[in-house]
């Protein structure tokens, strides 16, 4: 719906292919205070930790639901280099394309079915209070066990997505790939959450008396 990159046909001309989508006076807002180092895509990515950050949309929070999103400028490179690895970092996990995924913290230990029977309501789950982790049963005799209880609750637009991925497959029988992915997604939410509290820590003094595009 928002491409980053956009392909431009000025009248009587070709295509002019990969336009940032970015309008140029922004962008060069950007140039000037951080430098050559704040390309379209480098913007994204500050953006995109912009909007994770947990400070930013508690403080927001009514301008967002009421108005388009205003993204604080950088007071310097270095700030806005920091929140730029944060945002790629996030971006690269929310697409699954991130090392970090390749290392599952979670098993699916019992054979059977794999077919989703239950609810995944409340009597689904059970929580271990001293690992802090949760137990989800699928059906009565397999589970997904370990699943870190910041990525079971972390909550996006509204949605709880560990637990919405699961109640969206209700009545089917999950592949090996399915399983495996199911359980890339629990560390990819689970290292959402680190990399938002990091993004609260880099953006530090930026909200305040908030100069935004």
């Known amino acids: 719906m928002f491409p980053l990159w956009v392909n431009e046909k000025p009248q009587g001309k070709g295509f002019l292919p990969n336009e940032p989508n970015i309008n140029s006076k922004v962008l060069e807002r950007y140039e000037k205070i951080v430098g050559a ?3 379209p895509f480098r913007v994204h990515m500050y953006v995109y930790a912009v909007m994770y950050s947990p400070s930013y949309r ?3 929070n009514e301008n967002i639901s009421e108005d388009f999103i205003h993204i604080p400028y950088p007071t310097n490179a270095k700030s806005f280099n920091e929140l730029s690895a944060h945002g790629e970092t996030l971006f690269r996990l929310h697409t699954l394309n991130h090392p970090a ?4 913290v979670t ?5 059977g079915s794999n077919r989703i029977t239950r609810s995944i309501g409340k009597d689904d789950w ?3 209070e001293d690992k802090g982790t949760m137990r ?6 397999q589970y997904f066990d370990g699943i870190p209880g910041e990525a079971w609750e972390l909550s996006i637009g509204g949605y709880f997505p560990a637990q919405k991925w699961l109640k969206d497959r209700k009545g089917r029988a999950l592949s090996f ?5 199911y359980q890339r997604v629990i560390v990819a939410l689970a ?9 609260d820590d880099a953006m530090a003094g930026l909200l305040d008396g908030m100069d935004a595009a």
């Open 136 to 141: 989800v049963w699928i059906n009565d005799e």
């Open 126 to 128: 059970k929580v271990d």
């Open 37 to 39: 180092e704040a390309t």
């Open 107 to 111: 098993s699916f230990p019992e054979e």
């Open 101 to 104: 995924l390749d290392h599952l």
């Open 58 to 60: 508690m403080i927001f």
């Open 191 to 199: 290292e959402t959450v680190r990399v938002m509290g990091e993004i």
């Open 177 to 181: 790939n399915e399983i495996i992915d």
